[in-house]
């Protein structure tokens, strides 16, 4: 076996033995004792503020205002105190660029004095303009174009309704200030200013429909997020012989193994003890951050693991998923491990996705899509069902194109997660209860124990909602919608933000519509009449077969339902002024933000394939190439010196000998083929005339190379290939 191959294996079955004897540095304490130890947030304001000042600071939260001198002063006070006291020297503005990573600038603590006699002195200093605003330079992030129009000035101001938190990194401790990042003229630069926007309007629009429905006293209404989040966890010794790995986050050649996940074994299934002590030291991090992780489990590729928290208020939810994903990372290399968030690390096997739990509440506490134990609730249920329905109607498209990005390509359609067309799945009970509504008829006798829509007595809905269907990219589960098309690196702001504002425009609709039904009728009524018009309205979203069937891909182009079935196609919905004009009306988003963002995605979109490209070349050239030219010396070495051998045996290897050289001649024009196509690119200015040019040239030159590589791999003795097998990274677990 080669060398470097042998000694990496080596190495990690040792570090894998090596954990299943070491003593977990878990503490031992109750997890209540310390969790969020490490965050700051509206419970430790009240604890340590005034009276009024705390109480100012709630009414600058409810109702959007700029903080009191006053009180931002007390409380940049009390953040200090709190973060010198747990040891940390600096802070910093930590902000989503719309990289989709998180940004962060740091300062010092400290103030320094002169005094009289040119003597310094130092203090812990905080300001709190210093908690509030920050000016990074905006000029090296990405803006999409919106820098030409505009000053490359970029500001970033504090987020007081997400926590604060300490960031711990070695022998650092780093207070993180939650931020909004803005251009000069308030254009968004990040992906948090839009959240926010778009939670703010459905709120509104929320409300002025639930007040229609007879909950009058209703005054806000708050989005929740629970995000599952999907990963793989590889041995760094075999990562540091992977340059695709480390460079793009995937594998960009490897045979896939003779042992994929065939077995179904690896779902549930006991996890790895290494791997376990890894999730015991990350949740012990994420819990000290104030993250109410919950589930741990395996998946169903070999490596692949999930992990998901308990819901929270949706814009805090999204920070601490992008917080989850760095410490995942972060505490994984502590394990001596890489953790893969990408879509698709490995062919063969299942990518990676981060289902969105998604719901919304009222200021009870209630969830609008609980079905209830009132008839009003369940009435109330059925029109907010409504809604949802006609929102991922009206927007499918804007919704596709919100979780478009080159790794989630490898996913969507690939029968393994959801296609790539969006619909909703109900489940057969509430299809039942809808229909009967749509054609006034009297319920299944199944379904009229669970709802009985005699008009005066509404019923109880179940809430126990078993059926499943894992090929639907949008399923209703019983209390929540799981968007489950989002793909496993995506921070979840933008498709969050996207469903938000297509919600908030069809509640807007709802209660236009619904205004004169109740006119001089009865409400329940009107309400009903009005769900009845809705879902007939909605209906050719709802879909409850197979999401991986060719039949439904017709279906789909027949119901006029969007296709997009790639990202460089998705992208194109935000060029088109008619599909996304309602980001516009509600203010979600300005036209010049959506350009940006248009841009952003397509170069990134871009440049990430363009590197995949470049990195498979230099691996194809400078690895793989040389190994079967060495592979090819020694055969025709062995068959000259053969001649003693029996004409038969000659034959077999003439015949053998023939089959490599195929590899070298399939080898050496796919790499000629992919230089340039890489030129091609490198000579194409227009971002969007070089996305359709990878669609067409780029991918298939990729593809066709990776498919020589991996030939050779299969052919060349175990000793000649340099690289760490799909076997050894993804199975060597179960050799401890
Ligand atoms: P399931 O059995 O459907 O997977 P779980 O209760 O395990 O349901 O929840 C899966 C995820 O959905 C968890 O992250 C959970 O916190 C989240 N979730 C549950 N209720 C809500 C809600 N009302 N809003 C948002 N997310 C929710
Ligand atoms: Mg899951």
């Known amino acids: 076996m080669h060398q470097q191959r042998f000694l990496a294996l080596q190495k990690a079955i040792s570090k894998n033995s090596a954990h299943l004897n070491s003593t977990s540095q878990v503490p031992s304490e ?26 100012d600071l709630l009414w600058s939260l409810d109702h959007g205002k700029k903080l009191s001198k006053d009180t931002a002063d007390a409380i940049a006070l009390v953040v200090k105190d709190w973060s010198v006291n747990q040891g940390a020297t600096h802070f910093c503005h930590w902000f989503q660029p719309m990289t989709g990573l998180t940004a962060e600038k740091h300062d010092a603590f400290v103030s320094i004095h002169h005094s009289h006699h040119s003597e310094l002195s130092v203090i812990e200093k905080f300001t709190s303009s210093q908690l509030i605003q920050g000016e990074p330079d905006a000029s090296s992030f990405p803006n999409g174009g919106m820098r030409s129009t505009f000053e490359a000035r970029g500001y970033t101001a504090w987020d007081p309704s997400s926590p604060l938190f300490i960031l711990e990194d070695g022998n650092t401790k780093t207070l993180c200030i939650p931020c909004v990042f803005f251009g000069y003229h ?8 839009p959240l926010l926007r778009s939670t703010e309007v459905i709120s509104q629009k929320a409300c ?31 990562i540091s012989l992977r340059p695709d790995i480390y460079m793009t986050g995937r594998s960009l050649l490897g045979a896939t193994t003779a042992r994929g996940q065939q077995f179904e074994d690896h779902y549930f299934g006991a996890i790895p003890t290494r791997v376990k002590n890894f999730m015991a030291d990350a949740e012990k991090e994420l819990f000290q951050l104030g993250i109410p992780v919950k589930t741990r489990h395996n998946e169903v590729a070999p490596s692949q693991f999930e992990l998901a928290p308990i819901f929270e208020d949706l814009n805090i939810a999204v920070d601490h998923n992008v917080l989850t994903m760095e410490t995942l990372r972060r505490v994984a290399l502590k394990h001596g491990l890489i953790c893969l968030l990408h879509e698709k690390p490995f062919a063969g096997v ?13 200021d009870k506490g209630e969830n609008l899509l609980e079905p209830g134990s009132t008839p009003h609730q369940n009435l109330r249920f059925l029109a907010i069902l409504a809604v949802i329905l006609n929102a991922v109607y009206r927007h499918a498209d804007i919704l596709r194109a919100s979780i ?33 509504i749509e054609h006034k008829r009297e319920l299944k006798a199944s379904a009229k124990e669970i709802i009985d829509l005699g008009i005066s007595k509404i019923p109880d809905v179940s809430k126990d909602y078993t059926d499943r269907n894992r090929t639907s990219p949008f399923a209703f589960t019983g209390n929540k919608f799981e968007f489950r098309a989002v793909g496993s690196s995506a921070n979840p702001s933008y498709p969050m933000m996207i469903l938000n504002a297509a919600v908030s425009e069809a509640f807007d609709i709802a209660s236009k519509e619904l205004k004169p039904m109740l006119v001089n009728s009865d409400r329940d009524e009107a309400i009903l009449n009005w769900v009845r018009s809705s879902i007939q309205n909605s209906k050719t979203i709802r879909f409850a077969g197979n999401g991986y069937s060719d039949d439904w891909k017709l279906e789909a182009k027949k ?15 935000f060029g088109d002024h008619d599909r996304v004009k309602f980001l516009l009306d509600l203010k979600v988003l300005s036209k010049e933000e959506l350009e940006s963002h248009h841009h952003i995605f397509v170069e990134k979109y871009n440049k990430s394939i363009e590197l995949e490209a470049k990195v498979l070349l230099d691996m194809a050239q400078t690895i793989v190439a040389p190994q079967i030219e060495r592979h090819l010396s020694k055969k025709i070495q062995l068959l000259g010196a053969i001649s003693q051998l029996s004409a038969r045996t000659q034959e077999l290897y003439q015949a053998d000998l023939e089959k490599d050289q195929q590899l070298v001649q399939n080898l050496l024009p796919a790499i000629s083929e992919l230089t340039l196509a890489i030129q091609t690119i490198e000579n194409t200015e227009n971002i969007f005339a070089k996305a359709e040019s990878i669609m067409k040239a780029l991918k298939p030159a990729i593809d066709s190379l990776r498919d020589s590589c991996d030939q050779i791999e299969l052919r060349l003795s175990d000793e000649s290939w340099s690289i760490p097998k799909y076997r050894e990274m993804l199975l060597s677990h179960s050799l401890t």
């Not at 700051?40 to 005034?50: D, I």
């Not at 080159?406 to 029968?415: F, P, S």
């Open 30 to 55: 109750p997890i209540s004792h310390y969790f969020g130890s490490h965050s700051f947030g509206l419970g430790n304001m009240r604890e340590k503020l005034s009276k009024e000042a705390y109480q």
């Open 186 to 193: 308030g254009q968004a630069l990040d992906m948090k200013t």
């Open 559 to 573: 119901r006029g339902l969007p296709i997009a079935s790639n990202s460089v196609e998705a992208f194109k919905f």
């Open 350 to 362: 299942n990518g990676s996705g981060k289902h969105c739990n998604w719901s919304i509440a009222n």
């Open 208 to 238: 002025e429909f639930l007040k229609l429905l007879g909950d009058i006293d209703v005054k806000r209404v708050n989005c929740t997020l629970g995000a599952e989040q999907e990963y793989f966890l590889i041995d760094k010794n075999f």
């Open 404 to 436: 478009a990005s080159a790794g989630n390509d490898h996913r969507l359609g690939a029968n393994e997660a959801p296609p790539a067309i969006i619909s909703v799945f109900l489940g057969g009970l509430l299809d039942d209860i809808l229909e009967s």
